[in-house]
């Protein structure tokens, strides 16, 4: 089954780019054997009813027929009544047809049964959403999150509906609270990072957005992040004369537990002022730049122990990386898309270690769990 999670519109508009290039398809061939086998498994080979609704997916993924897909599954539900996944199917047909009604009629008794999944109350919601009615979509949002406390996609589908009414703060809350309880849920972070790239609190907006690439590495949505990773880092550092200059949180509120403790924000201390003595001496920013320099970040962060008083996940990885000797491969991959060109000519001059890299990667991946998780609030604990 699908997702229908959607972004009307964002607060940055980076340019979507061509699909994947070579750089990437040796790492991504896991990931796409991994998702091909996730799309169809479920469905029994043996089942002539398995068949059709196979069939009907591929109609709607392939043709866009969404009418001779409803066909199909019409004739897959009569064969297996019971079989939820194929109602669901169909009420996803009716949605991408526009017809909300038909598909509300079919998800409100899918999520009465038992048998109910998180997806089938994130479609309702959002087909609710989608026929204006905001306190009924709120509503089933709501049970679904009651029932379900750990789906990352009711967040994220909750998030949307608050984003789609220009309620941001309300929208970041819910996408945050599902990185929170689903640290898996790849799509939190997207929309946590879109949202904080418009703010002036841009720190966690990269570090938001380096965490999805880790865990949604191939597509338009992995494109676009890339990019707009590269890009923040270059508007947030400034270079003038002999000067460093370096923006990605304003927010230096400090309470009095803090004074006491001698605890600084994580933003001011762990984050900018680690980023720019490790900056110094360069004059501009490029792949090449942030790898040297994040290498320099990560070394500052272990020796003075703020590994310790602010404990994060993907600077644990990037730490992996760096004894694994692949961290500037890893970085001309994830910020591939903001400079192409020095990328390629990178890339050229060390195929062997790239693909060393790309074989490293596939088995050992950002490992996330309830245990082992990143999000802004865990710093004001």
């Not at 049964?113 to 009924?136: H, I, M, T």
């Not at 979509?137 to 909750?158: R, T, V």
């Amino acid at each position: 089954m699908r997702k229908t999670e959607s972004i009307r519109g964002k607060p940055n508009s980076y340019k979507l780019t061509k699909p994947l290039c070579n750089m990437k398809r040796s790492i991504l061939f896991v990931v796409f054997i991994l998702s091909f086998f996730l799309v169809t498994v479920g469905y029994s080979q043996d089942s002539e009813a398995d068949k059709l609704c196979k069939e009907a997916v591929s109609k709607m993924d392939n043709e866009q027929d969404f009418p001779g897909a409803i066909a199909l599954l019409n004739q897959a539900i009569k064969l297996e009544p019971k079989n939820l996944s194929f109602q669901y199917e169909k009420a996803f047909a009716y949605h991408k047809m526009g017809d909300y009604n038909n598909s509300v009629k079919i998800l409100e008794k899918l999520v009465k049964s038992s048998a109910a999944e998180p997806l089938y109350f994130q479609l309702l919601g959002n087909s609710y959403n989608r026929l204006g009615e905001a306190d009924k979509s709120d509503e089933i949002y709501q049970k679904g999150i009651k029932k379900f406390p750990d789906a990352g996609i009711l967040y994220s589908g909750k998030g949307l509906v608050e984003f789609n009414m220009e309620r941001y703060e309300e929208a970041l809350g819910w996408f945050e609270k599902g990185i929170e309880m689903d640290p898996n849920y790849r799509s939190n972070y997207y929309f946590s990072s879109i949202l904080f790239a418009g703010s002036t609190e841009t720190v966690w907006s990269v570090l938001y957005g380096e965490i999805f690439c880790n865990l949604e590495p191939e597509g338009k949505r992995y494109d676009y992040m890339s990019k707009a990773l590269f890009d923040t880092y270059d508007t947030c550092i400034t270079f003038k004369d002999s000067s460093i200059a370096v923006s990605f949180t304003k927010n230096i509120t400090i309470s009095i537990d803090d004074i006491q403790n001698f605890k600084l924000p994580f933003a001011n201390t762990a984050f900018e002022m680690n980023l720019m003595l490790s900056l110094v001496g360069e004059t501009e920013i490029s792949i090449a730049t942030l790898s040297a320099t994040r290498t320099k970040f990560i070394g500052m962060y272990y020796s003075n122990k703020q590994n310790i008083e602010y404990p994060n996940i993907l600077f644990e990885y990037h730490k992996k990386l760096i004894d694994a000797g692949f961290f500037d491969c890893y970085n001309y991959w994830l910020f591939y898309e903001g400079n192409k060109a020095e990328a390629d000519a990178w890339l050229s001059q060390h195929k062997e270690k790239y693909a060393q890299f790309a074989k490293w990667f596939a088995q050992n991946p950002l490992e996330l769990s309830s245990n082992s998780k990143f999000y802004r609030m865990q710093y004001s604990q």
